[in-house]
């Protein structure tokens, strides 16, 4: 017998031996039984069945008219893509290559503490702000980046307050960053960067030993994480909040089989969460592949472990988040647009993000930027001193590069069942791939995210209470 | 050439070959199938010499790489059978996500 129903657009893909999961473009998901998914899709399904009303329920199958559950799932997928409504706020810029680390994976071939050949000059940092506020978006935020932007604090505040001086015409809601090692972070630095509202973004890699490994000084008479830790508390006694600074961790081939370490020490040092990120192929991670990176199999193995770990964190009451985890789960458990440049569709490159170089150049993503570094110029959109907004980022060049970035139509996206949680990498498929579509059966982007969704979709299909409530707690 | 299960023939030097039916798949399931299929191995499609209806997908192991066997065909042919699925949804509903596109993007396109 054929039941009355419309199938809505949908992607599935075998979850077990016994499930299906099926998904559709707002990220609506269910699990299926085999015998449920046959019947499903040859309509023999009881549409007045619970198992009916749950697909109904995520806009899956409907037996209302089309147009009436079109227009919901518009409005869905409106919100979903509301990232796009803005167009570029996240403007990354680079007022110094100078740096007093020398990170076994650098990716942007710093200069020595004392080499001044990479600084940016002043009307180069005053075309960059005019620039940055030509663009249309409500919502500016400045991040400085580096080598280590602290090297030449005098442009950041140049940068700052040339940005606070145009915004009293512009009326933005304008914020700032500095990515910073804070090694080199005085009080008097400090309160600037409070008073002008100027968040702190640093790095820290686990325990002593593999921070200083992963991250040493150029001065090796320095001690990086005693100094981190000092600076860390000097940071939040003078802003008068803990969670005024957070940090980041990367993975080198040192970090594995150490996440639970790395984790107990981001709690020690009073973070409230961590974002475990694998290597980024580019700079001396790429050139020195062999000394620093390892297969993209044993980090998934090391995420899963780091994730259970930090649950049970959770679980046993000290509030703490993993990032990327997060991330995904808003994506999954909510309507919202997540603003995470490196996982978007169309990707984010240029679009929501572009980053600035010390001498003007242009890039739609850091990556791009280093790409640069090793003579590849692929992803520079122009230069703030030669040419105009328009003519950068509205240009051939980044319509060209988006226009290959929507994973709704890209080889091997377009019908994943995890299409509607992830993103499109550009850069990553063209540094490591050769090309910006990539080749979705080999790509350890791909491979690294599905299996990440994997596990949290096994985690949610548990359906632990209490686990659940930890995930939802992490969703803001 | 040994048979081992129709339509999955042994073509020998670590390569097999499965004769795919066109009454029964579109060519884009097969391509997408065989897609998903190029980490591991190297894949030829091409139509039988002597029925036009017929594609053959040749699967061949790359240099030190994983071994083709049978097993691997026959999940070819349960992953075939899922891509196929595929078409026959987006075929008939498809037009239901341009429509949904169309209206998210209203406000904008007035």
């Not at chain 1, 020195?288 to 994730?307: Q, R, T």
């Not at chain 1, 929501?352 to 170089?357: E, N, Q, S, T």
């Not at chain 1, 299996?451 to 707690?473: C, G």
Request: aromatic share 12%; proline share 3%; with cysteine.
């Amino acid at each position: 017998m054929k039941n009355e129903y419309t199938i809505l657009p949908f992607r599935f893909d075998h979850f077990n031996e016994e499930e299906y999961l099926l998904t559709n473009d707002v990220g609506e998901y269910i699990f299926l039984k085999n015998e449920d998914f046959e019947k499903f899709i040859n309509y023999e399904l009881d549409s007045k069945s619970d198992l009916f009303y749950d697909l109904a329920s995520k806009q899956i199958a409907t037996t209302d008219k089309v147009e009436d559950v079109v227009n919901m799932l518009a409005t869905k997928f409106r919100t979903k893509k509301s990232i796009l409504r803005d167009f570029t706020s996240l403007h990354m810029v680079v007022p110094t290559l100078r740096c007093n680390s020398s990170c076994i994976y650098c990716q942007v071939k710093r200069h020595e503490s004392s080499d001044h050949s990479a600084d940016m000059t002043k009307k180069t940092a005053k075309n960059i702000v005019k620039c940055i506020f030509e663009g249309p978006s409500p919502y500016i935020k400045i991040e400085f980046q580096g080598g280590d932007p602290s090297t030449d604090f005098e442009m950041v505040k140049y940068i700052i307050e040339e940005a606070e001086w145009q915004n009293l015409f512009k009326k933005r809601e304008l914020g700032f960053v500095i990515c910073t090692n804070l090694t080199l972070l005085t009080p008097e630095m400090v309160k600037y960067l409070k008073k002008h509202k100027c968040d702190i973004s640093t790095s820290l890699d686990g325990p002593k030993d593999l921070h200083d490994t992963n991250r040493p000084l150029q001065d090796k008479s320095l001690d990086h994480h005693e100094i981190f830790e000092k600076n860390v508390k000097m940071v939040r006694d003078i802003w008068g909040d803990a969670d005024c600074v957070s940090a980041l961790m990367t993975t080198s081939k040192y970090s594995l089989g150490r996440y639970k370490e790395i984790i107990d020490e981001y709690i020690r040092l009073g973070f409230n969460n961590i974002f475990l990120r694998s290597l980024n192929p580019y700079g001396f991670a790429k050139e020195y592949k062999d000394k620093v990176s390892y297969p993209i199999e044993d980090f998934i193995e090391n995420f899963k472990e780091g994730l259970d770990y930090i649950i049970e964190i959770n679980k046993n009451g000290r509030f703490f988040v993993e990032g990327f985890a997060a991330l995904l789960l808003k994506r999954i458990l909510t309507p919202f647009a997540t603003g995470f440049v490196d996982l978007q569709s169309p990707a984010g490159v240029g679009i929501a993000g572009a980053i600035y170089d010390y001498d003007g150049s242009v890039y739609v993503a850091d990556e791009g930027r280093m790409l640069a570094r090793f003579k590849n110029y692929y992803f520079k959109l122009g230069n703030v001193n030669e040419n105009t907004f328009q003519e950068m980022f509205n240009g051939k060049q980044l319509h060209e590069i988006i226009e290959n970035s929507c994973n709704e139509c890209l080889p091997g996206c377009a019908d994943c069942v995890f299409q509607p949680y992830c993103g499109a990498d550009p850069v990553r498929n063209y540094s490591v791939q050769g090309d910006v579509v990539g080749h979705r059966p080999t790509n350890e982007m791909c491979i690294k995210t599905k299996a990440i969704l994997r596990y949290l979709m096994e985690k949610l299909h548990e359906d632990d209470p209490e686990t659940i409530k930890v995930f939802w707690s992490w969703i803001k | 050439m040994k048979n081992l299960k129709v339509p999955v023939v042994e073509l020998g030097n670590g390569s097999f070959q499965v004769s795919v039916d066109l009454n029964l798949y579109a060519v884009e399931a097969i391509t997408a199938t065989s897609y998903k299929y190029t980490d591991c191995f190297y894949v030829h499609q091409q139509t039988a010499p002597d029925n036009e209806k017929i594609v053959n997908v040749i699967l061949e192991a790359k240099n030190d790489g994983i071994l083709v066997t049978a097993e691997i065909m026959k999940q070819f042919c349960n992953d075939l059978i899922d891509q196929q699925v595929r078409v026959i949804i987006n075929e008939k509903f498809g037009h239901i996500r341009d429509l949904i596109v169309e209206a998210a993007f209203k406000p904008v396109n007035k």
